[in-house]
């Protein structure tokens, strides 16, 4: 079951909750209440934050953004061990704060992890959605294919690492009295992302709760791949690549169209990291508001 709530209005922007199964999810709303809603999801290491500089290009033009803070990354929906982060469960999450707008269908936006759970929501739920877009990360087929087939599942070693139990939070937790771990900046800064950026992904994720809740998405894993809906996608889909990625190779990016029969449009953006919406949000903006815009529903 699901319930809707909402906290406080402020420039413009609601801070609402949505509840599933006793779970509390944080929601950022901005933009007029009767546009075409766009639901965006993060990925790790990050929050609804992540889309800061995304949504006023989107509100601007008549759309309604919510952001999400995702199960693990929500303080209200932290719930213990990897089985119940599943993918299925990411899946019914994500359909719970469609279903809070009324039963109406969304322009759905992902990056990284949100980028997977966009692409497993546009499969089993397509009656939910207007449009996709997918950033950074390819179809889970294709990202799966490319780990046997190419060097991804070197480039995924840390994948591996993360399934280890209470290590990876004592390499990249905080020491007790800091606000964030100096290490999780530098490993952030290391894979491409800004300053300002890791600084705050590497604060959040200090909360507590949170950097277990991030990696049980990774230790998950194993437990999502049996009985998966392989199903390809039909709604009009936009994906979007970035070069500079270190996480992502090209094989499984090369892979994508094999895995969408509707409208489809790969975009790959040069010299750019893993991290689109912080480092060319404008440029992604226009992306957005022009696959939006072809595709109203």
């Known amino acids: 079951m699901w319930s809707v709530g909402r906290c406080r209005r402020h420039d413009h922007r609601v801070r609402q909750t949505v509840t599933r199964d006793g779970l509390v999810f ?11 809603p766009v639901l965006l999801l993060h990925g790790f290491p990050q929050r609804a934050d992540s889309w800061d500089a995304v949504v006023p290009a989107l509100t601007e033009r008549g759309y309604r953004t919510l952001a999400m803070d995702q199960r693990g990354y929500s303080p209200g929906a932290r719930p213990r061990g990897r ?11 994500t359909a719970a704060v469609i279903d809070s707008l009324g039963g109406g269908r969304v322009h759905l936006v992902g ?3 949100g980028a997977a759970v966009a692409w497993q929501v546009a499969i089993e739920h397509p009656e939910r959605i207007r449009s996709l877009t997918a950033l950074s990360v390819p179809p889970p087929e294709a990202f799966l294919r490319a780990m046997v087939t190419s060097r991804q599942a070197l480039a ?38 800004g300053a300002a950026a890791a600084e705050r992904d590497a604060t959040a994720m200090a909360a ?23 199903r390809p996608v039909t709604r009009p889909t936009l994906f979007v690549w970035s070069d ?54």
């Open 111 to 113: 990056h990284d992890w």
């Open 208 to 230: 507590p709760g949170a950097l277990t809740g991030g990696l049980n998405w990774y230790r998950a894993i194993p437990l999502s791949l049996a009985g998966r809906d392989t």
């Open 156 to 193: 995924s070693w840390y994948m591996a690492f993360f399934q280890l139990p209470w290590v990876p939070e004592r390499l990249l937790g905080p020491r007790p009295g800091q606000a964030r771990s100096d290490r999780f900046v530098r490993v952030l800064r290391a894979g491409g992302q």
């Open 244 to 297: 500079g990625d270190i996480a992502i190779t090209r094989a499984g990016v090369a892979r994508a169209a094999r895995y969408v029969t509707g409208p489809y449009r790969q975009v790959e953006l040069p010299g750019v990291s893993h991290w689109i919406p912080d480092e060319v949000p404008g440029e992604l903006a226009a992306l957005l508001l022009e696959h939006l815009a072809a595709h109203p529903g």
């Open 26 to 36: 944080d929601v950022r709303e901005a933009g007029p209440p009767d546009g075409d």
């Open 83 to 93: 089985r119940a982060y599943r993918m299925a469960e990411l899946v019914a999450d």
